[in-house]
């Protein structure tokens, strides 16, 4: 378990941090970029669960936990010789998300047009929460073109924002109040 006794350090003055192997980069570097978005996502699945019902907030309070197992994935590069075995995404979370789509999908009503983010304030928050999620995925497949990223780390995200679109749909009354995109509607 982590243990913080110092919250600030001074060590981020100069503008650089240092990922779990101790190596100190710049705050923007693309690898802090893509933790940092990740923890973002994070940060907006805790306003979900302010909004959404007991089964959802069971499944948002583990891909919190697992969304920090992903930012630890991604604070330690994969090429280290390390002393220790590193925190890493696994299939069994992957397949998790995907038995979860599987699960909410099937009692969703058929989609007929596009969403809109809206109805439920817990599907308005799940949606934002969605697009933060694939912002994140972006970085982390930017990042994934100059260094070495864990397959399952991009399989967890990508997935990660299906099932929140689901979630949205579901928390919509299943489907049946979602928000429908009417091309040219304003023409």
């Not at 699945?45 to 936990?65: E, F, K, M, S, Y």
Request: hydrophobic share 40%; proline share 5%.
């Amino acid at each position: 378990m982590v243990q913080l006794t110092r919250i600030y350090t001074r060590g981020g003055d100069k503008g650089k941090t240092s990922l779990s192997s101790g190596k100190r980069v710049v705050k923007h570097d693309p690898r802090v970029e893509a933790y940092g978005t990740v923890d973002e996502a994070n940060a907006t699945l805790g306003l979900v669960r302010l909004h959404c019902g007991p089964d959802a907030d069971t499944v948002l309070a583990r891909i919190q936990n697992d969304l920090f197992d992903l930012g630890a994935d991604l604070a330690t590069p994969e090429d280290l010789d390390l002393e220790y075995e590193p925190l890493r995404i696994v299939e069994s979370q992957v397949a998790w998300l995907e038995q979860q789509i599987d699960r909410l999908n099937a009692e969703l009503e058929p989609l007929t047009s596009f969403i809109l983010p809206g109805g439920s304030p817990a599907s308005a928050y799940l949606h934002l929460a969605r697009t933060v999620t694939r912002r994140a995925e972006r970085e982390v497949t930017a990042l994934a073109e100059l260094e070495a990223v864990g397959p399952q780390t991009v399989r967890y995200i990508n997935r990660l924002s299906d099932l929140l679109f689901v979630m949205a749909r579901h928390e919509n009354d299943q489907g049946r109040k979602d928000v429908l995109w009417v091309p040219g509607a304003n023409r």
